[in-house]
């Protein structure tokens, strides 16, 4: 499932509500149309009636009728279900309402989608007993609606700590990912990056930066160390013993 149908599966793509009071009693209407398939295939229409908060009666495109939740909302489903224009236009619903304004919805916002920059960059350095901290971050992207994946050898990571999306103030948004592993040798590490901006999700992979002659770890120093002093102390013992032969010899 891409980004773009998996985010627009929570979104509520427009909400109408009417408040009234009377007497300390409130009421209110919420209509919702729910998808998440870019054509609009697996749409559905829910009308919602509202009682002090609680839902009263609703009317759900995939059931096709009305559903009452208390007594009352009870007896107004099957009176309602009894009209047949009432059901006919809100059965129409999914179509003249729903799919309508989500297509101009992803005129007005897919179509203008801006892709992340993304950087891997390395927090902190490891080895094989203490972890290495890698960060994804991804800059300058609209809209918010983003996911950040690791990925260790193909297989997904769960195991990570996010920041929220946080605004920019130019209307674009920034987000950063971090990982915290043991290095292996030949392992991958990769961010991957969903978002309305690609039309496929994007694989970044880590290519950690070649070890110098100055960031040697401590037991190749150590070794290296040892390996010298072993070989000063031949040299010195070959030159003494070249200095004692000679001396006898004269």
Same mark, same amino acid.
Not at 129 to 148: G, H, N, T, W
Not at 182 to 189: Q, S, V, Y
């Given at each position: 499932m891409s980004l773009p149908k998996l985010w627009s599966f929570h979104h509520i793509l427009m909400l109408?509500?009417? /408040?009234?009071a009377a007497k300390g009693y409130y009421f209110h209407h919420?209509? @919702?149309?729910?998808?998440? $398939?870019?054509?609009?295939?697996?749409?559905?229409?829910?009308?919602g009636f509202y009682f002090n908060k609680y839902l009263h009666v609703q009317f759900n495109s995939?059931?096709?009728?009305f559903v009452g939740f208390t007594e009352i909302g009870v007896r107004d489903a099957e009176n309602w279900n009894k009209d047949p224009n009432i059901l @006919? @236009?809100?059965?129409?619903?999914?179509?003249? =309402?729903? %799919?309508?304004?989500?297509?101009? $919805?992803?005129?007005?916002?897919?179509? %203008?989608?801006?892709?992340p920059v993304v950087k891997l960059s390395l927090v902190k350095k490891g080895d094989s007993r203490r972890p290495s901290l890698l960060m994804c971050s991804a800059y300058d992207f609209y809209p918010e609606q983003i996911k950040v994946s690791w990925l260790r050898n193909g297989a997904l990571v769960t195991d990570v700590t996010s920041t929220? &999306?946080?605004?920019?103030?130019?209307?674009?948004? @920034?987000?950063?990912?971090?990982?915290?592993?043991?290095? &292996?040798?030949g392992e991958k590490i990769s961010c991957m990056v969903e978002?309305?901006?690609?039309? %496929?999700?994007?694989? $970044?992979?880590?290519?950690?930066?070649?070890?110098?002659? =100055?960031?040697?770890?401590?037991?190749l120093?150590? /070794?290296?160390?040892?390996?010298?002093?072993?070989?000063?102390?031949?040299?010195a013992a070959a030159g003494f013993? $070249?200095?004692k032969s000679k001396s006898m010899t004269i």
């Amino acid at each position: 499932m891409s980004l773009p149908k998996l985010w627009s599966f929570h979104h509520i793509l427009m909400l109408s509500v009417f /408040t009234g009071a009377a007497k300390g009693y409130y009421f209110h209407h919420w209509s @919702q149309c729910i998808y998440s $398939y870019s054509d609009f295939s697996d749409m559905v229409f829910l009308d919602g009636f509202y009682f002090n908060k609680y839902l009263h009666v609703q009317f759900n495109s995939t059931v096709g009728e009305f559903v009452g939740f208390t007594e009352i909302g009870v007896r107004d489903a099957e009176n309602w279900n009894k009209d047949p224009n009432i059901l @006919q @236009q809100y059965r129409a619903e999914v179509d003249t =309402f729903c %799919k309508h304004d989500a297509e101009l $919805y992803g005129t007005a916002v897919h179509d %203008k989608a801006v892709a992340p920059v993304v950087k891997l960059s390395l927090v902190k350095k490891g080895d094989s007993r203490r972890p290495s901290l890698l960060m994804c971050s991804a800059y300058d992207f609209y809209p918010e609606q983003i996911k950040v994946s690791w990925l260790r050898n193909g297989a997904l990571v769960t195991d990570v700590t996010s920041t929220e &999306k946080m605004p920019n103030g130019d209307w674009y948004y @920034q987000i950063h990912t971090e990982l915290e592993y043991i290095p &292996k040798a030949g392992e991958k590490i990769s961010c991957m990056v969903e978002h309305a901006g690609f039309s %496929k999700p994007m694989i $970044y992979d880590w290519n950690p930066p070649p070890v110098s002659e =100055f960031e040697w770890s401590a037991p190749l120093l150590f /070794t290296v160390g040892v390996a010298a002093l072993m070989l000063g102390i031949i040299i010195a013992a070959a030159g003494f013993i $070249y200095y004692k032969s000679k001396s006898m010899t004269i």
